[in-house]
């Protein structure tokens, strides 16, 4: 992929993720916790896929912690403890079934989207 290909594609997924961080405060504002989670989730995965966009590298993963290693191993230090607590909102705010027979949505609280 050329360099400006590169560039493109990074900054289609940088802008969704800024789309997906204000969506996240939108939702939270409205009480809609266990969505604002999932949308903050999508937020710093879709930016670290732009970072990694931008040197034509491989996006399939979905765990931050493995998008970050990628990086640099100061942003995966950096940001160790932050990409840790968001890979584990990834399954339980997106499937129903995730937590058993509780629905995401009477588990997560204000504290998480916080």
């Known amino acids: 992929m050329s360099r400006e290909s590169a560039r493109a594609r990074a900054l ?26 999932f ?16 040197r034509d590298q491989d996006l399939r993963s ?8 990628e990086l640099s191993s100061e942003a995966s230090l950096q940001w160790a403890s932050q990409a840790r607590t968001l890979d584990k909102l990834y399954a339980p705010t997106r499937y129903p079934d ?13 504290e998480d989207a916080e």
Do not use: I, T
């Not at 710093?44 to 990694?52: D, H, P, R, T, V």
């Not at 979905?62 to 290693?69: E, G, K, M, V």
């Not at 995401?104 to 204000?110: E, L």
């Open 39 to 54: 949308q903050a989730q999508q937020a710093a995965e879709k930016s670290l896929k732009a970072l990694l966009a931008v």
């Open 12 to 37: 289609l997924w940088w802008r969704q993720a800024a789309a997906d961080l204000r969506a996240s405060g939108v939702l939270a504002q409205a009480g809609e916790w266990s969505h604002s989670c």
């Open 98 to 110: 995730a937590l058993g027979d509780a629905a995401s949505m009477d588990v997560f609280g204000p």
């Open 62 to 69: 979905h765990s931050l912690q493995a998008r970050l290693r």
